[in-house]
């Protein structure tokens, strides 16, 4: 079924005036106005979401958040909290194959809910490794730089917009995007990789404002 994705602004390559993306199939099949959208597709579903509509994130630390960092199960939160656990924290624990994967798997939904659709690597733990490969994110080479950053989920902290954005949004192309719920009134969108005002507001408010993320056209993380 065809889906119209509606959004406050889009992030079009240059493309002014652009609101929406109608999906089918896993793929962008036209970008447009919202009611350029719906008059050529009367049958799609649509989807609104506030904020900015970008191209989904490559994030350059997966690789240690998810092989050097344990991310608690939520019946461990009173002991253990909720945010990942490196250093000496981690060392405490008692990690197996097993624990790794679960461990890789909730690592990987929170990548989601950041807007994330890709991947650096390499993964080197076995389960870790079949934990990535069955999320349907895509596996980039390792971005340089990466290690001296300290770790983070939100991969807007540290890296600049243009190096995060993993491919551009084009008819005919994958439906890989994402959405934050960031100000975007009066913001030059086609200037967006310049690092300047979107960027700005995007590093301000964090990739914590991601409201939905799309991969090969499914919605994969939407916030309730």
Request: with cysteine; hydrophobic share 45%.
């Amino acid at each position: 079924m065809q889906t119209i994705h509606v959004a406050d602004d889009v992030f079009a390559g240059g493309r002014r005036g652009v609101h929406a993306v109608a999906v089918d199939a896993g793929l962008i099949i036209a970008m447009g106005t919202y009611e350029e959208m719906a008059a050529a597709r009367p049958q799609a579903r649509v989807r609104r979401w506030p904020g900015l509509l970008t191209p989904g994130l490559r994030h350059p630390q997966a690789a240690a958040l998810l092989e050097a960092a344990y991310h608690p199960d939520p019946r461990e939160a009173g002991r253990l909290g909720t945010e990942p656990l490196t250093g000496e924290a981690l060392a405490a624990l008692e990690m197996d194959e097993a624990r790794w994967g679960a461990s890789a798997r909730r690592g990987l939904q929170r990548l989601l809910r950041h807007g994330v659709t890709a991947v650096c690597g390499p993964f080197t733990r076995p389960a870790v490794r079949t934990a990535v490969a069955r999320s349907g994110l895509y596996v980039r080479e390792p971005m340089g730089g990466a290690e001296r950053e300290a770790l983070t989920l939100d991969p807007f902290k540290g890296y600049p917009l243009n190096v995060l954005l993993d491919r551009s949004l084009t008819v005919g192309g994958p439906a890989d995007f994402a959405v934050f719920d960031v100000p975007v009134d009066e913001v030059p969108i086609d200037d967006v990789l310049a690092d300047d005002v979107p960027a700005r507001m995007l590093r301000l408010h964090g990739a914590g404002t991601c409201v939905a993320t799309v991969l090969g056209g499914r919605l994969v993380y939407r916030r309730a």
